[in-house]
């Protein structure tokens, strides 16, 4: 049973920093890429950004480019979101999910395995 965990999400101000993680647990990690999305509230999920099984690619939503960084440690298990210069149209619950094989993809539709989300609040 694949099981996503997403923490790191707080209240930040207008320009502030966060940092996301997600565990994961069940299956190869390596094997798969991963992602993070986002919803706020009256709004469909959103794609913002990706990392494909290596680490080595990765891709963002044009609404995060220069400002959020996606990694992950596939000896821990982990995939992480760096979240800097936030602004308050970053506020959402931020979701990280695990896709169908290594290669990157913007599409929920391709994810499999989605975490429970961390609320990511931003003041103006």
């Known amino acids: 049973q694949v099981q996503l965990v997403d923490s790191g999400g707080g209240l930040v101000q207008a320009g502030g920093s966060l940092r996301l993680s997600c565990a994961a647990s069940g299956r190869t990690f390596s094997n798969y890429a991963m992602g993070w999305f986002r919803q706020a509230p009256g709004k469909e999920r959103e794609f913002v950004a990706a990392i494909n099984w290596s680490g080595v690619i990765t891709y963002y939503a044009d609404s995060v480019e220069g400002r959020f960084t996606i990694s992950r440690d596939n000896a821990k298990n982990t995939v992480d979101l760096q979240m800097n210069s936030l602004k308050p149209e970053d506020t959402a619950v931020y979701h990280c999910?695990?896709?169908?094989?290594?290669?990157?993809?913007?599409?929920?539709?391709?994810?499999?395995?989605w975490g429970q989300g961390t609320q990511v609040t931003v003041s103006s």
């Open positions: 999910a695990q896709g169908r094989t290594g290669v990157v993809r913007t599409s929920t539709a391709w994810y499999d395995y």
